[in-house]
């Protein structure tokens, strides 16, 4: 049975992605029945009510990242009095790469109480369209803007079994899928799901090598949820350093270029080829000129 409280407590309110057609009951009930709502964007979400013909009752107050530390405690106070305050997003559930997670806690720990009016969300909605496993998975919202942490972070990735799914900039996807393609290798399965629930929606399916040419063809507009498949539980157990050198050798042995027998030990492994190369120039010892 529904929760009959109205005041009180805050509310987080999934919102349509892009299409109004996905709001909710709750999401009108709630724009129109709370004392305060705090909204990312102010102007869309006054544009929203417009479309769903919602008349928002009580007091707008803008809430987004850059105010969120300053505002959080005039909000609980004001669910303290007893204001039911209700949070939305420009799109999506709050809390979930988007302001309101500064504030549930704040609630929680004020003792004030947290509900929802769920709405859709960009990660489990990429995540079924992208025709990858879905019955295990990771969020790993957006990777880290310096090209450092970004490369840290994808590496601590490369042997996550799980789908992965990040969100990420139009302008830095061609970057984050070469990144994706040094340590997760070219042929692991991903998908890029593009204005998602929007006019030109898009879902590009396929290797993590053919979405990375892809996105350097050209500019990529709209806002980007990014799936790609875990590591594969079957590859083999990488043996240490000095094992990886020997197989390259033995490669090589057979009649491979140094450049293909990298290759061949890195797809066995399923590790990134840049790792086995550098491991093969920092052991090896240099080769004789002809």
Do not use: Q
């Not at 309110?13 to 057609?21: C, D, E, K, R, Y």
């Not at 107050?61 to 004001?78: C, D, H, K, M, W």
């Not at 270029?257 to 399923?270: E, K």
């Amino acid at each position: 049975m529904e929760n009959a409280m109205t005041t009180g407590r805050l509310v987080l309110v999934g919102a349509p992605l892009g299409n109004v057609g996905d709001a909710s009951a709750r999401l009108r009930a709630a724009l129109a029945g709370a004392d305060i709502v705090a909204a990312e964007d102010t102007r869309r979400l006054h544009r929203l009510a417009r479309d769903l013909e919602v008349e928002i009752g009580g007091r707008v107050v803008s809430y987004f990242e850059g105010n969120e530390e300053r505002r959080t405690p005039e909000l609980i106070e004001a669910a303290e009095a007893g204001a039911e305050v209700a949070v939305v997003t420009d799109g999506g559930m709050p809390s979930i790469s988007d302001p309101g997670f500064r504030l549930v806690r704040a609630a929680l720990a004020a003792g004030v109480p947290v509900t929802a009016a769920p709405g859709p969300s960009a990660v489990t909605t990429a995540l079924a369209l992208s025709g990858l496993p879905c019955d295990r998975f990771a969020f790993e919202g957006f990777l880290p803007r310096k090209a450092g942490e970004r490369r840290a972070r994808v590496a601590a990735l490369a042997t996550e079994e799980r789908t992965l799914v990040f969100f990420e900039a139009p302008h830095r996807l061609a970057e984050v899928l070469d990144v994706l393609v040094e340590n997760f290798t070219a042929e692991r399965p991903a998908a890029v799901c593009r204005e998602l629930t929007k006019t030109y929606e898009e879902v590009r399916r396929g290797t993590l090598g053919e979405l990375a040419r892809w996105a350097t063809d050209g500019p990529v507009r709209g806002e980007i949820t990014l799936v790609v498949a875990g590591a594969d539980p079957a590859a083999r157990a990488r043996p240490d350093d000095a094992g990886l050198v020997a197989e390259v050798v033995d490669e090589e042995g057979e009649g491979l270029s140094r450049r293909d027998a990298i290759a061949a030990v890195a797809r066995r492994y399923g590790l990134p080829k840049r790792e086995v190369y550098d491991l093969v120039v920092r052991t090896s010892p240099p080769r004789s000129p002809r």
